[in-house]
């Protein structure tokens, strides 16, 4: 790979349609996921030598079969949530816990107990929490999360600095945390920050990892600084990929300026966004004052991002793969919201028909996760290319 535009490829689904197809017939809305994108995607940022050791941020995408697959790459796993810990633990043999990393906002005080009864590594991003339990967090190793002042992002909602969000230590207290800390025993062996999703700079590791390990300093004790996720993919048909060499190039300079750091990321979104496709069937076709509208079997419901971020996902015509897709249709779903739209504008075949398979790509991370039975409607289905479970 050189420096500048990189190339994207065909997606692994166009060569596999014919399955798709054949898995649609066991109903939809279906998720499928294709592991070897999953594994691409791991040994690319595996390979990277400056980084130390990457948690895959599992919120993005919990299908057990995914899960098993990052970790056989080497990768750890990263936990928001107490069931998300049991998940964890339950469908990865052998999961070592020092390979789990905790890193809750607002949970409540069972889950940071239950977290240090496992024995993964805890984020901690408040002195509150520290000052009202103190018996929970004495004695113990932390990582403190820090907010950088800004956030950044493909939207705002995604955004997790600044002072709108609720994420993190502002950088002005953190010498009252670590004072608060010492006075109960606990040791800061990492710090860390994630200031968004969907994070076009590849720049923005390296001063984000600058920032922590200027702070690091003063406290004597840190190991790891963890620089967050945030790695964006090419949604729309003109984006690029993320450039990975200059990413990588920032990680290098930035390490050999602080070498005595371990060098922590934890993506999620880039692990498993292009490996997931989302399956619906054409329900109706209608036009209405000018605006032809293709409805799937699935909509807000099945994959929330249009709706709640103005996200971009390439919708194709499966059934019709090889006609040309010449007519604009808004996509809907069938949810009684205005807002029910996977996309506006979208080319299609002319004869996009009732019973058609539509393929929404780039769906694999965000997507399932985010799906809710809103009007009552089923979860959709999931599975890996090739089996269905
Ligand atoms: N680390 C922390 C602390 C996070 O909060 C997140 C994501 C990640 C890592 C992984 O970020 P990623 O590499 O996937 O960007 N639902 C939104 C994205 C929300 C991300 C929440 N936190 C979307 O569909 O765009």
């Given at each position: 790979?050189?420096?500048?535009k990189?190339?994207?490829?065909?997606?692994w689904?166009?060569p596999?349609r014919k399955a798709?197809?054949?898995?649609?017939?066991?109903g939809?809305?279906?998720y499928?996921?294709d592991l070897?994108?999953?594994?691409a995607?791991?040994r690319?940022?595996a390979s990277?030598?400056a980084?130390d050791?990457c948690?895959?941020a599992?919120?993005a995408?919990?299908?057990?079969?995914?899960l098993?697959a990052?970790?056989?790459?080497?990768?750890g796993?990263e936990?928001?949530?107490?069931a998300e810990?049991d998940?964890?633990?339950?469908?990865v043999?052998?999961?070592?816990?020092q390979?789990?990393?905790f890193t809750?906002?607002?949970?409540?005080?069972?889950e940071?107990?239950a977290?240090f009864a496992r024995?993964?590594?805890?984020?901690l991003?408040n002195i509150?929490?520290?000052?009202?339990w103190p018996?929970?967090?004495?004695?113990r190793?932390l990582?403190l999360r820090?907010?950088l002042?800004?956030?950044?992002g493909?939207?705002e909602?995604?955004?997790t600095?600044?002072?709108?969000a609720?994420?993190?230590?502002p950088v002005a207290?953190?010498?009252a945390?670590?004072s608060?800390a010492?006075?109960?025993?606990?040791r800061?062996?990492g710090l860390?920050?994630h200031?968004?999703s969907?994070?076009?700079?590849p720049?923005?590791?390296?001063d984000v990892?600058?920032n922590l390990?200027?702070?690091?300093?003063?406290?004597?004790?840190?190991e790891f600084?963890d620089?967050?996720g945030g790695?964006?993919?090419p949604y729309?048909?003109?984006?690029?990929?993320?450039d990975?060499?200059?990413w990588r190039?920032?990680l290098?300079e930035?390490?050999?300026e602080?070498?005595?750091?371990g060098?922590?990321?934890?993506?999620?979104?880039?692990?498993?966004?292009e490996s997931?496709?989302?399956l619906?069937?054409?329900?109706q076709?209608v036009?209405k004052?000018?605006?032809?509208?293709v409805?799937?079997?699935?909509?807000?419901?099945?994959?929330?991002?249009p709706?709640?971020?103005e996200a971009?996902?390439?919708?194709h015509?499966?059934t019709?793969?090889?006609?040309?897709a010449t007519?604009a249709?808004?996509?809907v779903?069938?949810?009684c919201?205005?807002?029910d739209?996977l996309g506006?504008?979208?080319?299609?075949?002319?004869?996009?028909?009732?019973?058609?398979?539509?393929?929404?790509?780039?769906a694999?991370?965000?997507g399932?996760?985010?799906?809710?039975?809103y009007n009552?409607?089923?979860l959709?289905a999931?599975q890996?290319l090739?089996?269905?479970?």
């Amino acid at each position: 790979i050189a420096h500048g535009k990189m190339q994207r490829g065909t997606p692994w689904w166009s060569p596999q349609r014919k399955a798709l197809l054949q898995a649609a017939q066991a109903g939809t809305p279906r998720y499928v996921y294709d592991l070897d994108t999953v594994r691409a995607r791991a040994r690319a940022l595996a390979s990277i030598t400056a980084i130390d050791r990457c948690f895959y941020a599992i919120k993005a995408n919990p299908y057990p079969a995914i899960l098993q697959a990052v970790v056989a790459e080497g990768f750890g796993l990263e936990c928001v949530s107490q069931a998300e810990l049991d998940h964890v633990f339950s469908v990865v043999p052998n999961m070592a816990p020092q390979r789990v990393l905790f890193t809750p906002s607002f949970a409540p005080r069972r889950e940071y107990e239950a977290a240090f009864a496992r024995g993964v590594n805890v984020t901690l991003d408040n002195i509150e929490a520290l000052q009202r339990w103190p018996e929970v967090f004495r004695g113990r190793t932390l990582w403190l999360r820090l907010d950088l002042g800004h956030g950044e992002g493909h939207h705002e909602k995604v955004r997790t600095g600044g002072v709108a969000a609720k994420f993190g230590l502002p950088v002005a207290r953190f010498d009252a945390f670590v004072s608060e800390a010492n006075k109960l025993g606990v040791r800061i062996s990492g710090l860390h920050a994630h200031l968004g999703s969907g994070i076009d700079d590849p720049r923005h590791w390296r001063d984000v990892y600058a920032n922590l390990a200027g702070l690091a300093d003063s406290v004597g004790t840190i190991e790891f600084i963890d620089i967050g996720g945030g790695l964006p993919i090419p949604y729309t048909p003109d984006a690029e990929a993320f450039d990975l060499v200059a990413w990588r190039a920032g990680l290098d300079e930035i390490k050999a300026e602080y070498p005595r750091f371990g060098l922590v990321i934890e993506p999620g979104r880039y692990l498993v966004a292009e490996s997931g496709v989302l399956l619906l069937t054409v329900t109706q076709v209608v036009e209405k004052d000018g605006v032809r509208r293709v409805g799937g079997d699935g909509g807000m419901n099945a994959l929330m991002r249009p709706a709640m971020y103005e996200a971009y996902h390439g919708i194709h015509n499966l059934t019709r793969l090889d006609d040309g897709a010449t007519q604009a249709f808004d996509v809907v779903g069938p949810i009684c919201e205005t807002g029910d739209v996977l996309g506006r504008g979208r080319l299609l075949p002319t004869a996009t028909v009732e019973g058609d398979v539509l393929l929404v790509a780039d769906a694999g991370a965000y997507g399932m996760a985010m799906a809710n039975t809103y009007n009552l409607r089923a979860l959709p289905a999931e599975q890996v290319l090739g089996k269905t479970e």
